[in-house]
């Protein structure tokens, strides 16, 4: 069944992008295209990801890398999705969070990605806010993050949320926004790679207090000499 609904909802995008392409002169059916253009290869990479996580593919390869410089790149690589639907994107990062660390920057920044994406396409107003802060270890060799996606969007509802990081949840339930249901799964799954976790709070109540937060949890460890 999630088979014929992924095929399906990617014959429909190759085939809007054709008509588009075929049909228009103007601008707005070029853009039309970009968008669903890039829509179906955000799809193609979840599978990817997915298919590599579930048989081992993966290889980590931790080096160096600068949180500032990897939260300053997601705010600019989001912010056009979040401003077309006239959002919020914001960041921080705690002063006590180091500039340098080591980890894989590849597989960190792609679990961001996916968690602020969820966010934006689940947020109709409002805001959505990255937060970075530094948890106490005790040790010296060791640093613990913590990723803090905040966003006032739907929430989550009670039926979703015992299944909502399970493959395809979100299409099963017939939310089919993301085109492929397996964004959370695949960012959970790399964060357990990397020796972390992905957890979430969110309310449906409307108002101020409607929303979610979903949370990566990581240690890693301070850049080698």
């Not at 069944?1 to 014959?11: C, K, V, Y």
């Amino acid at each position: 069944d999630f088979i014929m609904r992924l095929t399906t909802e990617m014959s429909s995008h190759l085939n809007a992008i054709l008509d588009r392409l075929i049909e228009s002169e103007e601008v707005s059916g070029l853009d039309e295209a970009l968008d669903r253009s890039q829509r179906l290869l955000g799809m193609i990479n979840k599978v990817i990801d997915f298919t590599q996580v579930e048989v081992g593919a993966l290889v980590l390869n931790d080096r160096p890398c600068d949180l500032r410089q990897i939260i300053s790149d997601l705010q600019e690589r989001h912010s056009p999705g979040a401003e077309a639907k006239g959002l919020a994107l914001r960041h921080s990062v705690a002063p006590a969070v180091p500039k340098l660390v080591q980890t894989d920057a590849h597989r960190l920044v792609q679990i961001l990605d996916y968690l602020t994406e969820n966010a934006i396409q689940y947020t109709e107003h409002g805001y959505v806010e990255l937060r970075v802060l530094r948890e106490p270890t005790g040790s010296w060799d060791t640093i613990r993050l913590r990723f803090e996606i905040e966003d006032t969007g739907c929430g989550v509802d009670g039926e979703l949320s015992s299944q909502i990081f399970e493959p395809f949840a979100a299409s099963e339930t017939g939310s089919f926004m993301d085109g492929s249901g397996l964004g959370l799964t695949v960012a959970t799954r790399v964060a357990r790679l990397l020796g972390g976790e992905v957890s979430f709070v969110s309310s449906t109540a409307e108002g101020a207090g409607a929303g979610s937060t979903f949370t990566l949890e990581l240690e890693v460890r301070p850049p080698s000499d």
